[in-house]
């Protein structure tokens, strides 16, 4: 759990060091909220995920994939870590079998589920924008040495 923070805070670093270049890529991304223990989709919860799903088609042609994240915490009322392993997981498998109901454009999708020590009863989605087919302008034109420009 120690690696799993402190991995979460090497990103987090990551990201606030990128800030400049980050702000210059649009995301596609919202953040569904579920109640301690629920993994059901609440009708809003629906609602709110067709509405992203459309806006997201709406305004950029290309995409990468689609990735649909699950989170669950174990710092609920003593949740052991397997619950919150399959808390996680099936907010996944809710959200990826409405997602797939909801959006009319076959694209890849990948799932993947995690379990954080507080604030994690969420499900991500991300729509990953094809930077290069969209010919969005590149916020870093100094080429980094080692990543592909």
Do not use: W
């Not at 606030?16 to 059901?40: H, I, N, Q, W, Y």
């Amino acid at each position: 759990m120690k690696s799993s923070l402190n991995s979460l805070l090497s990103v987090i670093a990551l990201l606030m060091g990128c800030g400049t270049a980050l702000a210059c890529k649009p995301l596609m991304v919202e953040r569904l909220s579920f109640a301690e223990s629920s993994v059901d989709l609440e009708p809003d919860q629906v609602a709110k995920l067709a509405v992203f799903i459309d806006r997201a088609n709406s305004t950029y042609a290309k995409y990468i994939e689609v990735s649909i994240e699950g989170t669950a915490s174990i710092n609920v009322k003593a949740r052991p870590l397997s619950e919150a392993k399959r808390l996680a997981r099936l907010r996944a498998a809710n959200v990826t079998r409405a997602y797939k109901r909801l959006q009319p454009k076959n694209l890849d999708l990948k799932t993947a589920s995690s379990v954080f020590p507080t604030d994690g009863d969420y499900v991500f989605l991300q729509f990953h924008l094809d930077y290069d087919a969209l010919k969005l302008p590149d916020c870093n034109p100094v080429p980094i040495p080692g990543f592909k420009h």
